[in-house]
């Protein structure tokens, strides 16, 4: 069965930290892999799309890579602030044209 | 439109009642999905538009959801009979031609409450 797993579920931080949050994939032949964020009573707001040929992407303090083989994924949030407190989503896309998402991981950055 | 639109943002139905959302994807994308996210958890997939084409509603939970795109635009997911189980929010996508280069554009969602 194709799973998408994010670890941890949630995680409080200091303003001005990096961090790093992870998905992981049961199967590894996939179409892309989209980062989301989500806010409280909000749509989805994409991040970051990496296609099964690229090994990362970059969009200003937001890093996201990609290791296909290993099936996992991690984003690294560069000198933390306290808007960048939200939910954040992994979701891949394999054969089917639909995304399946992680449970995500709830931030809470910390004046 | 610059942006997936979805109406109504709130929804309120009593046990029983139907309920129609709809979703105004942006313009040109001929992909279409619904999502279903229930509290603290990510999002389902329900079913997906080609343009008018239902080409998968294996995510649709049971034969009280119903969802169409008839002229492969605006879309409309409806539910019958609505039950508590129902509550969460639906969540609509779209996307540029399929060719799995795209990313998705998710709209804000319609917060359904079924009481």
């Known amino acids: 069965k194709q799973e998408v797993t994010q670890i941890p579920a949630a995680l409080s931080v200091p303003e001005g930290e990096n961090l790093v949050l992870n998905c992981s994939f049961t199967?590894?032949?996939?179409?892309?892999l989209q980062w989301f964020r989500q806010d409280p009573g909000k749509g989805l707001t994409s991040l970051l799309l990496i296609q099964s040929s690229q090994r990362e992407q970059t969009s200003g303090r937001l890093n996201a890579s990609l290791d296909k083989s290993s099936g996992r994924s991690t984003l690294y949030i560069a000198a933390s602030q306290p808007g960048d407190s939200a939910t954040y989503l992994c979701?891949?896309?394999?054969?089917?044209?639909?995304?399946?998402f992680g449970s995500g991981t709830r931030l809470q950055v910390q004046p | 439109g610059a942006g997936v639109s979805q109406s109504p943002r709130y929804k309120v139905a009593k046990r029983g009642q139907d309920v129609a959302l709809r979703c105004d994807p942006i313009s040109g994308h001929v992909s279409l999905f619904w999502y279903q996210q229930a509290l603290g958890q990510g999002p389902e997939f329900l079913t997906y538009f080609q343009n008018e084409a239902q080409l998968d509603k294996s995510g649709l939970p049971s034969d009280r959801f119903f969802a169409e795109r008839p002229e492969g635009s605006v879309s409309t997911l409806k539910i019958q009979r609505t039950q508590q189980e129902d509550s969460a929010v639906y969540l609509c996508?779209?996307?540029?031609?399929?060719?799995?280069?795209?990313?998705?554009?998710f709209g804000s969602g319609t917060r359904l409450t079924v009481v």
């Open positions: 996508a779209s996307s540029r031609p399929d060719r799995g280069h795209y990313g998705y554009t």
């Open positions: 199967d590894s032949a996939i179409y892309n």
């Open positions: 979701a891949v896309r394999w054969g089917r044209r639909a995304l399946t």
